[in-house]
């Protein structure tokens, strides 16, 4: 069990809005240690989504957006097309395990 | 255009090493601004991060397989290397090497290789 809870699956259909969260505690999100999220597609390798709570890298459509306050994060997707099925995950960095954390993953499901 | 290549055996045995390369085209290793990852993913489950390495050999590694893990670079070739000892099968699984930049804390992975996919079996 990852440290970095999210939930197992989200699904909307195409156009609308849907958030994945990742909820951590005091010694991970709750540190202000900073969140990335990834997406991967099926059979490929994740690919940077948000790096630093909330910044896109060059590339990644403005559809994409990252959140954090307290000791959660969340990603949030809009106008959803059927090309962002795919899984993600949140990753930060836990003190008291001292070291890097990624959270157990959700599949998006485009209805 | 930087490009990060896994490279090893496939099918290791129980109690053996596993023995993987990453090797980096368009970057240097020896930059000061990122470190070199190991993220590995069981088949059907989530990814777990293994370690990572900076420039200067400074290494860090997941506590629950810090006992058998040994993450090391080579300039001279651009690459860097994980050891993984006394393998089970519980560390079948897609293994991808990845840079994390020093721009956020912890690092971010901004790429990746395409992972190899490496199992324990007798």
């Known amino acids: 069990q990852s440290v970095l809870t999210q939930p197992p699956s989200v699904s909307g259909a195409p156009g609308q809005r849907v958030t994945i969260s990742c909820t951590g505690s005091s010694s991970n999100i709750g540190a202000r240690y900073d969140v990335h999220w990834y997406q991967q597609l099926p059979g490929t390798a994740p690919k940077l989504l948000i790096y630093?709570?909330?910044n896109r890298p060059s590339g990644v459509p403005d559809r994409f957006s990252g959140s954090k306050s307290g000791t959660s994060a969340s990603l949030a997707i809009t106008g959803l097309q059927a090309e962002d099925e795919a899984d993600y995950y949140c990753?930060?960095?836990?003190?008291?395990?001292?070291?890097?954390?990624f959270g157990g993953g959700t599949k998006l499901t485009v209805l | 255009q930087l490009q990060l290549q896994e490279s090893g055996p496939g099918l290791v045995k129980p109690s053996e090493t596993l023995s993987l390369t990453c090797i980096v085209s368009g970057d240097s290793i020896s930059s000061t601004s990122y470190y070199w990852g190991w993220i590995r993913q069981p088949p059907g489950k989530g990814l777990e991060w293994v370690g990572s390495?900076?420039?200067?050999?400074?290494?860090y590694y997941n506590p629950s397989l810090k006992s058998r893990v040994t993450i090391s670079l080579d300039t001279s070739k651009n690459q860097f290397s994980l050891k993984l000892s006394s393998v089970t099968a519980a560390d079948t699984a897609v293994y991808y090497c990845?840079?994390?930049?020093?721009?956020?804390?912890?690092?971010?992975?901004?790429?990746w290789g395409q992972g190899t996919l490496v199992t324990v079996s007798s």
């Open positions: 990845a840079r994390g930049e020093t721009n956020t804390n912890p690092s971010n992975f901004d790429y």
């Open positions: 390495i900076y420039y200067s050999g400074s290494t």
């Open positions: 990753q930060s960095y836990d003190s008291s395990l001292s070291g890097v954390v």
């Open positions: 630093g709570n909330t």
